[in-house]
């Protein structure tokens, strides 16, 4: 029956192509059933094809069941009347298996995104039974890993120090507490801060720390409170000497030092430290060399053996003391000026800035070693040290010339060299020195005069600082007030809200300003400077 149907179909597709060519115009119904007709020869085709696949092998079996979309499942009834166009002629069933059983008219066939969505659902379930089987332990990996940036994050916050964090009131509560408990006073700050420096402390020197200690009963060795006034007034000032100073004070605590009964010396000496510490960081904030320094005693104290005897212990600890004075900052400046000394060449007008016992001390070497050159001593406010260097250069003979930092380009032209000395050399090369140290640094890059910067080793630090805001130190901002001809102009600056003066310490010269950093393990560029920190760790 569906054989006669095609071939009727047939005869009337001819008759009608025959109008057609004949140029008579179709009904709609002949229309109709010729589209009907054509679409039932593309389909018999399509089965044709499915069958002939069907029979080459059962691995296709998936590619049948994924059949397009664009075609529609098989119809069974029989052709009727051709009054009816909406039926159309069709050929028998042809058996098909279950699994490739067409899906009723109610359910078309899957299009290719979902069956893409269905594989892809299949293999996360797969990968999840996967992960489920690893244990408990992998789980708990698992359910971890999505907690880690706020942990990651808390430790951050809590390593930054004390001394940077006054504008937050929980960080000083704590500060509080805990120099009340090692019986310390807290020193309140001074007058009006820069905004952008308020999280910084600022003391002024007519209110020293040592007013507020009671001396009979306090828990503060006498050469730590010397030491501490000393610090906050001024008059010892110098990243080598306040070291120095600081490690000849810990040797006197050491020598006055007796260990309680039922206590070890390794550990009851390092808790009788840290209140002398926390004072002399309430004095003046620590230097990074200060910093180093305390660090090597801790481990040496803590490297002390129990069942060593006291006196023993002690007079080891003052044999490391003496050798880190001797070893890191004496042979230290000994040896960089026996590198330095190469580098001055006779004729050269060599320009310093501040007062920089290190320079100093190369200069004077290589006047000793009859090197023929002339320094130029730039000098700022409000401490104006380059007096003091001017003093000692001229004592020893050398042709010296001071200025003012403002007058800093027009002098640079002369300049052969420019020797600067260091507060700390940072991790990331950057050096921090006294303020105005990067101004000088950058007009004599725009001159292209060499800059040599002269640093131990024992001042590198694995702090890492871009600016001067974030880490720096503020100095009594009453240093800033000048009289002359018997006034002064900012004598009751505090009455005035809208006024505040910033006196500041240090500032950070960029690696790219610095031509070389001369150590006393020889002449390095900045970006050393974390090889240099990992072999010391290492050998330490």
Sequence with gaps: MADSGVT????????????????????????????????????????????ASQESGKEKKPVSSAAPASQPPTPVTAQKAPSAPSAVPAPAPVPVPASETPAPADKPAKSKAELKAERRARQEAERASKQGK????????????????????????????????????????????????????????????????????????????????????????????????????????????????LLHAFKQVIRDYTTPPNEELSRDLVNKLKPYISFLNQCRPLSASMGNAIKYIKKEISNIPSQCKEEEAKSKLLNCIECYINEKIILAAKAIAKYSIEKIS???????????????????????????????????????????????????????????????????????????????????????????????????????????????????????QTDSFVSNELDDPDDLIVTRKGKTQLEHWQQVHSLGLLNLVYDVTPPDFVDLVITDLGMIPCTSVPVVLRVKNVDQ
């Excluded at 008759?15 to 018999?44: D, F, P, W, Y």
């Excluded at 309140?188 to 040592?210: E, M, N």
């Excluded at 007034?233 to 100073?245: K, Y």
């Design 8 to 51: 009727d179909g047939t005869g009337n597709k001819g008759v009608i192509e025959r109008e057609k060519a004949e140029g008579k115009e179709l009904t709609k119904e002949e229309k109709q059933r010729l589209r009907k007709e054509k679409k039932q020869q593309k389909k018999n085709k399509e089965k044709k094809d499915d069958k």
């Design 134 to 245: 690893k244990g408990d332990v992998g789980q708990q990996a698992t359910a971890g890993k999505p907690k880690a940036p706020p942990s990651e994050l808390q430790p951050v916050v809590k390593r930054l120090p004390e001394h940077i964090q006054v504008d937050n009131p929980d960080v000083l509560k704590k500060l509080a507490k805990k120099l009340e408990r090692q019986q310390i006073p807290l020193r309140s700050d001074y007058g009006y801060k820069v905004s952008l420096f308020s999280h910084l402390h600022q003391y002024s020197r007519k209110a020293p720390l040592t007013q507020q200690l009671s001396i009979p009963s306090s828990v503060i060795h006498p050469a730590i409170v010397r030491l501490g006034l000393q610090y906050s007034q001024g008059i010892v000032a110098g990243s080598n000497a306040r070291s120095v100073a």
């Design 346 to 464: 006779d004729g050269d007008v060599i320009l310093v800035y501040g007062c920089s016992s290190l320079v100093n001390h190369i200069l004077c070497e290589a006047f000793e070693k009859s090197r023929k050159f002339r320094v130029i001593v730039v000098d700022s406010r409000p401490r104006l040290e380059g007096r003091e260097a001017l003093r000692r250069l001229v004592q020893r003979g050398i042709s010296c010339t001071y200025v003012l930092i403002s007058a800093v380009s027009y002098i640079l032209p002369e300049v052969s060299k420019v020797f600067l000395g260091a507060h700390a050399l940072l991790a990331n090369g950057y050096v921090m020195s006294r303020v105005g140290t990067s101004q000088i640094a950058l007009v004599a890059k725009a001159f292209n005069v060499p800059v040599l910067v002269c640093c131990e080793t024992y001042k590198f630090c694995e702090r890492v």
